[in-house]
């Protein structure tokens, strides 16, 4: 074969590969300030709908899974993993040279009952619960050791009040079992990077209480590598002066920051929080958008989603990731939560994955930005 022949074959298979790993991608806009992420579903992962697939190859330099990592779904009976789903999740990553994050090991929600109740319906002790975190963190961590990059190790342990959540964890260990969980995941694979996780983190109180959290930890020689703030939004809550307020303080208790699950609702909202577990009545003006958004409403949300971008920008020096919570709109777990059965458009690509807008904002945005690493 002729060389030029040779080249012309080996263009025609890399130029459309450098195309779309596009200059324009918003991973590579971020770059060198923080990752840019997005959760998965197992549809996306298994490639149902290609352009999903791709979308989310080409787009971002991070995943992590939505659901198939959370312990009822990968441990739901004692010393039964499931690990068919999860493991095509990280090879999926593997394969398109993303970072991989596991969501979550150690939270009240989505996890199996037997994990606090006996055989005869009582709670566990405290020795057995401790030893049930620490079978379920070893086989999980140890399992994806040198593969995931680093664990949500602890989820939603706090009210928006500060005070502990009080989850079946905290009645049977004490806050101790936030301690615990920490020690078994860096046992697990010492070179993981630990995360503590919650949602409404920029609330005073709740800040305060995370701080606080994570100096203890740390006094107590604990690994703690950043705390996760979910970051699921409103159009009007939480102010960006109580995020930044919450980022300084922070920084000042020496953990770095993710965004973990980023979206921003456009729909009124009964509630601002992310308890799965809290759920509402469907009415239909909890649901005015069904046909379309107004252009006035949409154009308040694109304002919303650069406002909040640019203060992740700004304090790129602490923010390592910013991981959207959905590719699409259709994907958003939103269009059922806090209310069921509503049509919400909280995330950067609609419904035909298209981009919104406001990611070419965006993407100019970031490239102006200089990183702060
Ligand atoms: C959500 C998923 O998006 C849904 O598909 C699932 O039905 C319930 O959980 N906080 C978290 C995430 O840490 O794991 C939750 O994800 C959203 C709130």
């Known amino acids: 074969m002729k060389i030029k022949t040779i080249f012309a074959i080996i263009a025609i298979i890399i130029l459309p590969n450098i195309l779309t790993m596009a200059q324009n991608s918003l991973a590579e806009a971020t770059k060198g300030k923080f990752l840019f992420g997005v959760a998965v579903n197992m549809q996306q992962v298994n490639g149902v709908n290609a352009k999903e697939s791709e979308l989310i190859a080409n787009e971002f330099n991070s995943i992590v899974a ?31 040279k993303q970072v991989v994050t596991g969501h979550c090991l150690i939270w009240h929600s989505q996890i199996g009952k037997w994990f606090f109740v006996d055989d005869n319906g009582k709670d566990v002790t405290p020795e057995a619960l401790k030893e049930h975190m620490r079978q379920h963190i070893y086989a999980i961590v140890g399992h994806y050791k040198g593969r995931v990059k680093g664990w949500d190790v602890v989820n939603e342990a706090f009210e928006d009040n ?7 964890f905290y009645q049977i260990l004490g806050k101790d079992f936030i301690k615990y969980a920490f020690q078994f995941a860096h046992e697990a694979d010492p070179n993981a990077e630990l995360y503590y996780n919650d949602y409404n983190v920029e609330t005073p109180a709740k800040c305060e209480a995370i701080a606080g959290l994570v100096k203890e930890l740390k006094a107590a020689g604990c690994r703690i590598d950043a705390v996760g703030s979910q970051a699921h939004m409103q159009m009007d809550s939480p102010t960006p002066d109580a995020i930044e307020n919450c980022f ?47 252009d006035s409403i949409q154009q308040k949300w694109n304002i919303r989603v650069l406002d909040m971008f640019g203060l992740f920008l700004k304090y790129n020096d602490v923010v390592d990731r910013v991981t959207v919570w959905g590719l699409n709109d259709a994907s958003s777990w939103l269009n059922n939560f806090p209310i069921l059965g509503r049509k919400d458009y909280p995330v950067l690509f609609d419904r035909n994955n298209q981009p919104k807008s406001v990611v070419d904002e965006m993407i100019k945005m970031a490239k102006n930005y200089k990183s702060q690493k």
Not at 257 to 274: K, Q, R, V
């Open 66 to 96: 939505e659901n198939c990592m959370k312990p009822q779904l990968i441990h739901p009976q004692e010393n039964k993993y499931k690990w068919a789903d999860a493991d095509k999740v990280v090879a999926f990553g593997e394969k398109n």
């Open 162 to 168: 500060g005070t502990y959540r009080n989850s079946k």
């Open 248 to 294: 300084k303080k922070l920084k000042a208790a020496g953990v770095k920051i993710l965004i973990t699950e980023w979206d921003i609702s456009i729909l009124p909202s009964p509630y601002s929080g992310a308890n799965i577990s809290n759920n509402f009545a469907y009415s239909r003006e909890m649901d005015p958008y069904r046909e379309a958004v107004p």
